[in-house]
């Protein structure tokens, strides 16, 4: 009897002290990194330039938001316009694809940074609410940055909303004001 009181004692002792580790973790992040980054010694200072190609008003509006909010968050980086082809990074454009995709952004990498000009298409077609084409285009943005896609959903409690979470972008189910902190997270931690 004695043996099993001890015995009782000790996992109860161990179930409480793996249950404070538990608790007392830091909160993990949801944010997950494409392998491939802008090279070289990017930081605040840094441009990321864009170009328009054939682009309706009403997804550069959308795209202008985008970017806005992303430059207003503490990352590296800016979001700067260019009327050069030459000197782009990024290549922004309308283009005609499947319903299941609002926005796709292009790139290669080679060494683990983006090798050469992303493009980011915006689908023509799309039938989206202002708001939601914002937020299209934020989520594309944060890919040109280097991140992928999220899995947390709105309401995880340690990590909370991510614009990259496919399913938040569209209809706004989040809330709030992204890029969220995950976003934010995850790209000062790709640089």
Known sequence: MVR????????????????AMLVSAEPSSAYTLIGCKWGGSFGASSSITYHFSSLSS???????????????????????????????????????????????????CSGGTFSNNQTMDFNS???????????????????????????????DQHIGPAIMQPEATVNHKCGGSPPYADDVNGVNARY
């Open 4 to 19: 099993t009181r001890r015995a009782v004692l000790a996992a109860i002792t161990a179930l409480a002290a793996v249950t």
């Open 58 to 108: 009403t997804w550069v509006t959308a795209f202008n938001q985008g970017q806005y909010a992303w430059d207003t968050k503490p990352v590296p980086g800016t979001f700067v316009p260019t009327s050069s082809t030459t000197t782009m990074n990024l290549l922004v454009r309308d283009y005609s694809m499947d319903l299941d995709a609002y926005g796709t952004t292009f790139y290669s």
């Open 125 to 155: 077609t799309a039938q989206l609410t202002g708001l939601s084409m914002s937020l299209v285009a934020m989520h594309e943005l944060g890919h040109s940055y280097g991140l992928g896609h999220a899995l947390n959903g709105c309401s």
